[in-house]
């Protein structure tokens, strides 16, 4: 997620983990408002569906941050930008290789002929056109940093630390109902603490309501396969699927969303869907890119790469790429997708996790 780098001093971050009943929120006219808040509001959705001492903790200081009321994150924080970096150059095919990425494989554009991106970012440029999440880890765990999202090259790298440093960007700009995203990125190996990703978000920041399809989740700690979760529902639900693919390699991740179904894409190959309509999410999302840490007692390093991200709109009556009537299984619930989750969700034991992988 070329990034809007509204950046808060380092102390100011880390007082809404460490030391939120003296925090104040920036005024919604101050420069770093949008990353504080969003930082915010995200923290405070992931703690409201866990419980624990130090779930409650953190929801309680939220609260009395104001985060919880309807207008704490500003409507100009989702504005479009007018950022000429973020739109697509008419004669721009977005086909251009990196250096890093050399051929660029099949994409899910391609092959089922998607046309022109309405939005394209070949981190080409700066990291303009997005919201940079500066303040708490996913759940409360470590720390988002700007300073660990870094473009070089025509590459967008996000790097974290042994202690939990990474960082979460989102492209909150480019919001829509329906539509179809593609990313190309790979995951080289590293700590096993951290998962990389790549999802789509509710816009009116309503999670779990509001639904979120991690259609890309890197968390094989041998990075040899990818899987998805669908999260619906006030009690946050979720389906899951994966494939195997060797996610240290560059690869073409694709995902397409229209109001009878959701389908996922490798390298232009449907790999898993849902028709099931009452789990699919109420209203926009935008995309966001994350490298979250999930402590696992180790001190490595991790790393995620983004070559590109593309986004189409849907056309009024279009139906989806494929005429499939959805993955086996895709919606049922089973064992090893409960484990995984309750392993990679946090938990609200101080970042402990209750098992391994």
């Known amino acids: 997620m070329a990034l809007n780098r509204l950046s808060l001093a380092a102390t100011t971050a880390l007082s809404i983990a460490a030391s939120l009943p003296g925090a104040v929120a920036p005024a919604a006219t101050a420069p770093e408002s949008c990353s504080w808040r969003i930082a915010a509001r995200v923290l405070y959705q992931e703690v409201s569906v866990e419980t624990g001492a130090r779930a409650e ?18 409507a100009d924080c989702n504005a479009s930008s007018t950022d000429e970096s973020s739109a697509v150059d008419s004669n721009d095919t977005g086909g251009s290789s990196s250096p890093q990425t050399g051929e660029q494989g099949t994409t899910a554009g391609e092959t089922f002929q998607w046309g022109e991106p309405d939005q394209i970012d070949d981190f080409d440029g700066d990291l303009s056109g997005w919201n940079l999440y500066d303040g708490p880890g996913h759940g ?26 990474t960082a979460g960007m989102a492209w909150s700009e480019h919001s829509q109902q329906y539509g179809r995203w593609e990313v190309r990125m790979r995951a080289p190996k590293g700590s096993p603490s951290y998962n990389a ?18 259609f890309v989740e890197i968390m094989d700690p041998d990075r040899k396969k ?10 946050n639900s ?15 991740y694709a995902v397409e969303w229209t109001p009878d179904s959701i389908t996922a894409f490798v390298d232009g190959e449907e790999w898993w869907k849902t028709t099931d309509m009452g789990i699919l999410p109420p209203g926009p ?22 070559d590109w991200v593309k986004q189409w709109s849907l056309g009024e009556n279009e139906e989806a790429s494929t005429q499939s009537s959805g993955s086996e299984g895709s919606t049922d619930s089973d064992s090893s997708t409960t484990a995984t989750d309750e392993e990679n969700n946090w938990n609200g034991q101080g970042g402990s996790e209750s098992g391994g992988e």
Do not use: C
Not at 226 to 235: A, I
Not at 286 to 297: E, M, S
């Open 57 to 74: 903790s953190l929801k309680e200081q939220l609260e009395n941050s104001g985060v919880d009321s309807s207008d704490f994150v500003p």
């Open 140 to 165: 409360g765990n470590g720390t988002r940093s700007p300073d660990a999202a870094s473009v070089a090259d025509g590459i967008l790298t996000i790097d974290g630390t042994g202690d939990g440093t």
């Open 238 to 252: 979720q389906v899951h699927g994966e494939v195997e693919v060797d996610a240290t390699e560059w690869h073409n």
């Open 197 to 214: 990703l790549a999802l789509l978000w509710p816009t009116a920041e309503n999670f779990p309501v509001g639904g979120e399809v991690d």
């Open 285 to 306: 999302m935008h995309l966001t890119l994350q490298l979250d840490w999930f402590p696992k007692g180790d001190s490595e390093t991790g790393q995620v790469q983004y």
């Open 226 to 235: 990818v899987e998805l979760f669908l999260h619906y529902g006030e009690d």
